[in-house]
C-alpha cells in the first residue's frame, strides 16, 4: 500500500500536468487591470501561458507597508515564471502617495489603482493586504490576507508548474444579500459613507482624514437629528469590519439613526465612493449633493435648507 502511494505521489509530482480549463467565470477572467503604464491587462491573457499573483494595498495600510520588502522579494525570486501585480485600493489615495510607496520601498512589478472599484468588487476583497493566487490555468489557489508561509509554498509550487490543490471559483463569488434604498419614492434621502476604522486606524497615517470621519460622524448624528423629514441611510465599509465592530462603533458615537454595513459592498460600489467620508443626497434616484468635505456643520446645514 504504501509502494502504491508513493508512485502515485510521484506521478502527481513529475508527470507533465495535464491543462484543465480555468475555475473562473468568463468575467473574472477578462476584466480590465490598468497598469500605471497606461497598458491595459486581463487575467485570460496569461492563461495557459504562467501563473498570476495579485495582490491588493493601500499606502495608509500598516500590514501593506510591513509586507512590501516580501512583495518585492517574490518579483525578484519569481518574476520571470509568475506575473505579478500589485492593485491599489483607490480608497483614500493619490498617485502621487502610491509613487512614493513605490520609490520608498524599491518595488519593480507592475502596478495598477482600483480607480472605480471594479476590481475589488470583483475579486470579494474584505480587507488588504489580500492575496490572490492563480495557476497558469488560472485556477484559483490561494486567496488569504497574509504574506504568509503557506502563500510562499505555492509561489514555489506554480514558479515550477507543480500541481497544488484547487480551490473551489465560489470563494470568490459574493455570498452577502445586497443591500437596496429605494430612492425614487419622492423622499430626500442622506447617504453617509464610512467605515469603522477611519478614526482610529487611519490617525497616524492619515490624521486629517481621520479628523474629517470624525467630525462628519459628528455632524451626520447632529443633522440627521435635526432634518428628521430626510430619510438617513448609514453605511459602513465592509473592509476589517465585522457586526460586532459595528455595535462598538455605534455606541462610541451614540449613533440613533439607521446604520448597516455594505456587507456586499454593492452600495459602495454603485455611487463610486472611493473617499471617506462622503456624503450624498438623492431625490427620486438623482443625486443633489455629494461631497467629502463634511466637516463644516454650517455649510451642510445651508444645503439641507435648500432641499
Known sequence: MRKQSLS???LLLFLPIKV????LPNELLNIPITLLS?????????????PVYLKFWATWCQPCRKEMPHFEHVQQKYGSSIEIIGINLGINDDKESITNTIKEFGLTMPMAIDTNGDLAQAFHLMGTPYHLLFDKNMNLIHLGHKADKSLDNKLALVSQTHPVNLLDSDALLENESNLTINTNDGDTHALFFTATWCDWYLKESRPN???ACVSAQKNVNFLSKKY??????ELVSRLWTAEQDLAVYKKKYNIKHDIEIDKSNQL???????????????KNNK??????????KEKLENVLSRL
Open 8 to 10: 502515485l505521489l510521484f
Open 20 to 23: 484543465f480549463a480555468s475555475n
Open 38 to 50: 497606461g497598458e491595459q491587462t486581463t487575467l485570460s491573457k496569461y492563461n495557459g501561458k504562467k
Open 209 to 211: 482624514i481621520s479628523k
Open 228 to 233: 428628521s423629514n430626510i430619510k438617513w441611510h
Open 268 to 282: 459602495f460600489h454603485q455611487y463610486s465612493v472611493k473617499d471617506l467620508p462622503t456624503l450624498i443626497f438623492i
Open 287 to 296: 443625486i443633489i449633493f455629494n461631497s467629502t468635505e463634511l466637516s463644516n
